[in-house]
């Protein structure tokens, strides 16, 4: 296996909403989102499946020497390799790889978030920065793109927040701001004993409305130059806003069951924004 099929396998397995996007975009881009991709990917299972904190620091640790193999010309991972590639086409900054593996290692470090700006800088490195980089391998001719893929990072991480609050407080986890769970009444203890609340509900229903607004921020500072080129980051903004919709539709009861699209949806959702944005091809 080479280090971009390794990459691409990574990325089809995860059953990720990313990956029905990249089908769109010619073959040197794909391969190079696919890889930070596979990185991010990488650096994520490292504190989501390793349950030995100290074990995960470690691998982090290693992730952090591997970029710096990478950027020096000299990796050891199929996806360092696969991003060596990448950098040979894309200005990709390493201060961006190294903020991403700092955002996981806050996973590490804390899982309470007393307000919003506590939580909007861990968003700012898991998400907003991948959506940086990510900006750099689809290209932009004005740098306000850049603030368009910084809020669709934040309102994407504020998405899987709300999606997966079962699956974080299982790993002892709570994304939602303190301040927020005081004002919708919601007791952190319920949301670790998996407990359905309408209080909870309630919340949910507020951190969504959240959400939309840095869709609405994202999509109104991108310049229409800039459209068909970013088209990939709008194609994953319509499947996550489609899930937003769906744990509406459910009612956030998201204690009970996972609630996401189904592929076919999802491949359905990319070819359809894909077709829409071809009006704006240069």
């Known amino acids: 296996m080479t280090p971009d099929e390794y990459c691409k396998d990574k990325a089809a397995k995860s059953g990720s909403s990313f990956y029905y996007s990249f089908m769109f975009l010619p073959p040197q881009k794909r ?7 596979a990185f991010c990917r990488e650096v994520d299972d490292a504190v989501d499946e ?3 904190p100290d074990v995960a620091a470690k691998t982090l640790a290693w992730w952090r020497t591997e970029i710096e193999q990478t950027f020096n010309g000299s990796p050891t991972h199929p996806v360092g390799k696969s991003l060596k590639t990448a950098l ?16 996981m290692e806050m996973d590490l470090q804390q ?4 307000a919003f700006k506590h939580l909007a800088l861990y968003c700012h490195r898991v998400a907003s920065v991948v959506g940086l980089l990510a900006a750099e391998i689809f290209g932009y001719q004005n740098r ?3 603030k368009y893929a910084e809020k669709l990072g934040l309102a994407f991480q504020m998405t899987n927040i709300i999606r997966d609050v079962r699956e974080d407080a299982e790993r002892g986890r709570v994304y ?31 951190e969504t409305e959240r959400a939309r607004h840095f869709y609405q921020e994202a999509k109104a500072a991108l310049p229409a130059e800039d459209r068909f080129n970013q088209r990939t980051g709008l194609i994953m903004s319509a499947i996550y806003e489609a899930t937003l919709d769906e744990l509406e539709k459910e009612g956030f009861q998201v204690m009970q069951h996972r609630i996401s699209l189904t592929p076919l949806r999802k491949l359905w959702l990319a070819w359809r924004t894909a077709r829409k944005e071809k009006k704006h091809a240069p």
């Open 88 to 103: 040979e086409h894309f200005e990709l900054h390493q201060e961006y790889f190294l903020e991403i593996i700092d955002g």
């Open 50 to 52: 390793i349950a030995d």
């Open 176 to 206: 939602l701001p303190q301040e927020d769970l005081d004002r919708f009444h919601v007791d952190v203890d319920d949301i670790l004993a998996l407990k359905q609340t309408p209080a909870l509900t309630a919340l949910l229903q507020f």
């Open 31 to 37: 391969q190079a989102i696919t890889a930070l991709y």
């Open 144 to 146: 306000k793109t850049l």
């Open 111 to 114: 899982h309470r978030y007393p």
